[in-house]
């Protein structure tokens, strides 16, 4: 059975650095094809994916998001690790990581249950 | 921010039958690139419901079905039930000069009258 669980702080201020840990099991990111991905949702919107790191290293990032968010792994806790600088109220939101299906460009599946992060001084 | 499209809202009487559509472009849907469906109940994470324009993960209802068709990509619901009470999104995979990434749909309540 695959499971996701994501950790972080609850509330974190104006330009903090938000760093979120993603614990997983059922699966190895050292195994060919394997990635971890990131996605958020604001209170009442709509899903925004951030990021995503494979077995490989190859590390990939929302274009609009690129020059906030590094993506890391450790692959010997089952961990994946999201820091994003510069935090602001609208990054408020649900940050959820889940795993990207073996196919190219396919879907997430499953995901972890989220942590809301709250942006405020 | 989200460059796929879809209704903000459909309903429908339990029993019938409610599609929703999912808009895109040239450089996400028309480009070849898959669809994915997912339902979000209320409060809790996004579920996996239809991958790879069409195919359904086990244990999703026959209920649910996906198509896609040039720039755009639709999931329909049949027999209603009060249970598929929910948010669904489409997603796919965008590739454009300002870069590629995964993007999703702004996302449609589904209200079961």
């Known amino acids: 059975q695959i499971t996701l669980k994501e950790s972080g702080p609850t509330l974190v201020k104006p330009t903090q650095t938000l760093t979120l840990t993603c614990t997983f099991s059922g699966f190895s990111l050292s195994t060919s094809g394997v990635g971890v991905g990131w996605i958020r949702q604001p209170p009442g919107k709509a899903l925004e994916w951030l990021a995503l790191i494979y077995w490989d290293d190859d590390k990939r990032y929302s274009p609009s998001l690129k020059s906030r968010l590094t993506i890391t792994k450790d692959t010997s806790k089952n961990q994946v690790v999201l820091t994003m600088t510069n935090m602001d109220p609208v990054d408020t939101a649900t940050y959820y990581c889940?795993?990207?299906?073996?196919?190219?460009?396919?879907?997430?599946?499953?995901w972890g249950q989220g942590t809301l992060v709250t942006v405020s001084s | 921010q989200s460059v796929l499209t879809q209704p903000p809202s459909v309903s429908g009487a339990p029993g019938q039958r409610v599609t929703i559509s999912c808009t895109g472009s040239?450089?996400?849907?028309?480009?070849?690139?898959?669809v994915h469906w997912y339902q979000q109940l209320p409060g809790t994470a996004p579920k996996l419901l239809i991958y790879?324009?069409?195919n359904r993960p086990s244990g999703v209802p026959d209920r649910f079905s996906g198509s896609k068709s040039g720039t755009s990509a639709s999931l329909a619901i049949t027999g209603l039930q009060a249970e598929d009470e929910a948010d669904y999104y489409c997603q796919s995979y965008d590739s454009s000069l300002s870069g590629s990434g995964y993007v999703f749909g702004t996302g449609t309540k589904v209200t079961v009258l």
């Open positions: 889940a795993r990207p299906q073996q196919l190219a460009q396919g879907g997430f599946d499953p």
């Open positions: 040239s450089s996400n849907i028309g480009a070849g690139y898959d």
């Open positions: 790879g324009n069409s």
